[in-house]
Structure formats: C-alpha cells, structure tokens
T-cell receptor
C-alpha cells in the first residue's frame, strides 16, 4: 500500500516563526502536492512538484515555499507564520496519471 | 483557471436511501474527475474516478456520471449505510497532476 506520511498531526506555532511541514512517500511517486483545507473552501493547492528540485506554484502560494531535495520528501515552509495560515495542511503524491494519495494531514495553529 | 462548484454542502439521508452529489466545472479541457471521501481525522481517499472518454462508471453501490457538454458530473451512492457518513470532495484535472477540488459535501446517514 502507498503510504504518505506527514511528520506531525498537530502543531502550534507563534506568529513570525519559520515553520517546516514535512511529507514523505514510500512509493517512488514523481508528483507531490501540498494542499490547504479550510471549512467551506475545500482543498486549495499551494505548491506541487513533478520531479526532484522542480516546483510549481498552485493557486495560493503566497507566504509559502517548498523544497524537494529527494524524490520521497516534499517540505512546505512558512517563512513567517501568520494567524491566517492556521489551517489543515494535506500532502499528496501520485504517479503519472494515476490517483493521488493523501497523508493524514497536519493541523497547524498559529497564535 | 479551472473552477469546480459542488452542491449540496450538507446532505442528510436515512439509511437505505440514495444520495446524489453534483459538481460543475468551468474548463472544457478538464479530462479527469475523481471523487474523494474524507473520514474524520483522516486524509481524503479516492473512491471512484472517471475520465472524459467515459460517460458513466460504477463500483458496487457507487456510481459517477459525466456530462461533458454541460460540464457537470455527479456521484451517486445507493443503499446508503452509516459508514458512508463522511465529507465527499469532487475534483477536476486537465493534466492529471493538478487537481482542483470542490468545496465538499458533508453526508450524514442516519440509522
């Protein structure tokens, strides 16, 4: 079974902190994604990567950056956390045109 | 860019009834339409998908229909059971890589 693992289920950070959300997949998928989930807004794409060191902006990249140094790992970085970045963050991976598999999510609270 | 609208936002049915969730998309170039189920505390999981060269697909109690002319697609769940209670998301994609999600439907199946 494909496994997408996000490093934390819950995180509480202070405003202005630099925050790292880590995601690892174990099935050699070339595509990896970071989504943000908010009530009433569904899942919105922040960034995605289709290869190591490659990245593309999604629909809401402002305030975020990403890093993909190894194929299995995709990191989301909040350069200076703000309260409006309090949300559920979901990582996903996929192989070519096949289904995307999601991690269990990281609920981030910025205080 | 692509925009996906999903209705209703909440749906309550009695066990054994059918449930229908509808989505519309804006970009006629979209060619892949998955449906995800998200249970409490978990990441979304694919339950069924359809590609643009197919009008209908069925998997046991779940079916999806696609009307490319009208740019809408629907999820049909028959003989609903309490374990079907969850949040359901539709999505559309042009490249199979970048999914655009609807805002979600909370389905509640009462015994």
């Amino acid at each position: 079974d494909v496994k997408v693992t996000q490093s934390s289920r819950y995180l509480v950070k202070r405003t202005g902190e630099k925050v790292f959300l880590e995601c690892v997949q174990d099935m050699d998928h070339e595509n990896m994604f970071w989504y943000r989930q908010d009530p009433g807004l569904g899942l919105r794409l922040i960034y995605f990567s289709y290869d190591v060191k490659m990245k593309e902006k999604g629909d809401i990249p402002e305030g975020y950056s990403v890093s993909r140094e190894k194929k299995e790992r995709f990191s989301l970085i909040l350069e200076s956390a703000s309260t409006n970045q309090t949300s559920m963050y979901l990582c996903a991976s996929s192989l070519g045109s096949r289904e995307a598999f999601f991690g269990q999510g990281t609920r981030l609270t910025v205080v | 860019g692509e925009n996906v609208e999903q209705h209703p936002s909440t749906l309550s049915v009695q066990e054994g009834d059918s449930a229908v969730i509808k989505c519309t998309y804006s970009d006629s170039a979209s060619n892949y339409f998955p449906w995800y189920k998200q249970e409490l505390g978990k990441g979304p999981q694919l339950i069924i998908d359809i590609r643009s060269n197919v009008g209908e697909k069925k998997d046991q109690r779940i079916a999806v229909t696609l009307n490319k002319t009208a740019k809408h697609f629907s999820l049909h769940i028959t003989e609903t059971q309490p374990e079907d209670s969850a949040v359901y998301f539709c999505a559309a994609s042009i490249s199979f890589q970048k999914l655009v999600f609807g805002t979600g439907t909370r389905l509640l199946v009462s015994p």
